[in-house]
């Protein structure tokens, strides 16, 4: 039982590692790109823009709308990469509360990664 | 406006230094940051955004090395969520000067934790209490050095899990990852070897300041053109300090953070006292 439960540990912990890793990886790709693409077309590394009046939810949506829309631009590609950083950690919890729920069938641990799960999913949609 | 290569270069060093003492960047970051003119709260904002990049660079590696107790870590994050979400929204309603105290306050608080614990070694935990058995914290793991399985179990997770809304509240209150005090918590309230407990401070610390960041974002605090280069740099900055932390004295290291911590700790708090910003 406890050589099984192992088991199931180890292929959590790297199905874990890897989605910090593919969102790390994908966020610096993104920002990279977005800042070589500024400085291409103004010659300047430096620029600045607010997001105002936007939740995280809100953020994400309008980011992923221009993007499926066609409407790249420099700050696109910024927009995408800080929207991707900020998901990987929520992904990470979402895929753990499944890993309690279906895989590990604990019930303990699938209410606590439940709760942090649903007290972000009330922060991204905070004003 | 501070301009690209100040940014990035600043962030370099912030995540450089940062990573070779076992910490994030924040905490020298936002000093930084402050004194080459942007105001305490869009640094804090900024700075907790690259904290998330930090944590979960580094936690990938780390939980892949089957240190990381993930169980440890998600019963934690429930408490420091909570405290990241109460600090993040004081910040956004509170002056700067308060800021620039509380900031040197706590850096001052670490510096003195660092000292005295100099020479202070860290304890297995004995029995586990029911509650923490019940929380099924315990786990093994292989420990390099010592080329053998350890073999480990938490203890008064009752109380480590309440102390961490605290190690969360200044995370989200100064935009730093606060991982110097998540890995007090768990090394000498809890038990946990000091291997278990900076990798799973490092996954906990990724969630909790996801959590501020949503507030700073949700306040029109963050602009993507300044975190850009700061989440780059201080990346960069930490896999290279990483890397060199194997070649360098633990000893000298910790040295030269400490006095770094004073005096950036002084700078802040002789700031927001004289309100002198």
């Known amino acids: 039982m406890r050589k099984n439960a192992t088991v199931l540990e180890h292929r959590m912990e790297s199905l874990v590692g890897l989605i910090l890793q593919v969102g790390v990886i994908t966020s610096a790709s993104l920002l990279m790109v977005g800042l070589a693409w500024h400085w291409w077309v103004t010659g300047s590394l430096t620029f600045h823009y607010q997001i105002k009046d936007l939740n995280l939810f809100q953020f994400v949506v309008t980011d992923l709308h221009l993007a499926f829309t066609g409407q790249f631009r420099p700050r696109l590609f910024l927009s995408l990469g800080i929207a991707a950083l900020l998901l990987t950690p929520y992904i990470r919890v979402l895929v753990s509360v499944f890993f309690f729920a279906f895989v590990e069938k604990n019930l303990k641990y699938t209410l606590f990664t439940a709760f942090v799960f649903a007290v972000l999913t009330y922060t991204l949609f905070m004003q | ?277």
Request: avoid cysteine; aromatic fraction near 8%.
């Open chain 2, 1 to 277: 406006m501070i301009s690209f290569p100040w940014l990035f270069l600043v962030s370099l060093s912030a995540g450089f230094v940062g990573a070779m003492a076992g910490m994030g960047g924040g905490i020298i970051l936002i000093p930084a940051l402050t004194l080459m003119g942007m105001d305490i709260k869009h640094a804090i904002a900024i700075s907790i955004v690259s904290v998330v990049a930090t944590s979960s660079g580094s936690a990938s590696a780390y939980v892949r090395d089957r240190i990381t107790n993930l169980k440890v870590g998600m019963y934690l994050e429930m408490f420091t969520i909570i405290g990241s979400l109460a600090g993040a929204a004081i910040t956004v309603v509170s002056s700067e000067r308060p800021l620039f105290i509380i900031f040197g306050f706590v850096l001052m608080g670490i510096w003195g934790v660092m000292y005295t614990q100099r020479h202070m070694d860290w304890k297995p935990a004995k029995n586990p209490d029911r509650f923490t058995r019940w929380l099924e914290m315990e786990g093994a793991y292989y420990d390099k050095a010592q080329r053998q399985e350890v073999a480990y179990h938490g203890t008064r997770a009752w109380a480590g899990g309440p102390m961490m809304f605290g190690a969360g509240f200044i995370a989200g209150l100064l935009g730093v990852g606060a991982g110097a005090v998540k890995v007090l918590i768990q090394d000498m309230i809890m038990g946990l070897p000091p291997k278990v407990s900076t990798t799973t401070s490092n996954l906990i610390i990724g969630v909790t300041a996801l959590a501020g960041t949503s507030v700073y974002l949700a306040a029109g605090l963050i602009d993507p053109g300044l975190a850009a280069p700061v989440i780059l740099g201080v990346m960069l900055g930490a896999l290279l300090g990483t890397k060199l932390l194997v070649r360098i004295s633990n000893l000298m290291v910790r040295r030269f953070f400490m006095v770094v911590l004073l005096v950036l700790g002084a700078e802040m708090l002789v700031r927001g006292l004289l309100g002198a910003l």
